[in-house]
């Protein structure tokens, strides 16, 4: 059983950056893909980027492509989330999954606690 623990979030100003962190804990997670989700309050979970097992293939949502990059250490057990350029339609409590294959279009599960980001304009 893995679990996942979030961190790296914050206060940050419109056009600033973050960096989030997703360590594994329980199992390696080298052989699976791992994904970042957002949650806004009164909207459903929707995915923000996914990158394979070893790192050479991602995936990114429409929204955040260009601004944001996931990333990952497989020695380290981590992921991460570079977000930069953040808008006022980013804040959320972002999340991430392990994926139920190695390539991106995995569908994902085992979410850790969520890491809260807010923007400020």
């Known amino acids: 059983q893995v679990q996942l623990e979030e961190s790296g979030g914050g206060l940050v100003q419109a056009g600033g950056s973050l960096r989030l962190s997703c360590e594994a804990s329980?199992?390696?997670?080298?052989?699976?893909?791992m994904g970042w989700f957002r949650q806004a309050p009164g909207k459903d979970r929707e995915f923000v980027a996914a990158?394979?097992?070893?790192?050479?293939?991602?995936r990114y949502a429409d929204s955040v492509k260009g601004r944001f990059t996931i990333s990952r250490d497989n020695p380290k057990n981590t992921v991460y989330l570079q977000m930069d350029s953040l808008k006022p339609e980013d804040p959320a409590v972002y999340y991430c999954g392990v994926g139920n294959s190695g390539v991106p279009s995995s569908a994902f599960g085992s979410w850790g606690q969520g890491t809260q980001v807010t923007v400020s304009s």
């Open positions: 990158i394979s097992w070893n790192g050479a293939r991602t």
């Open positions: 329980g199992r390696t997670i080298s052989w699976s893909a």
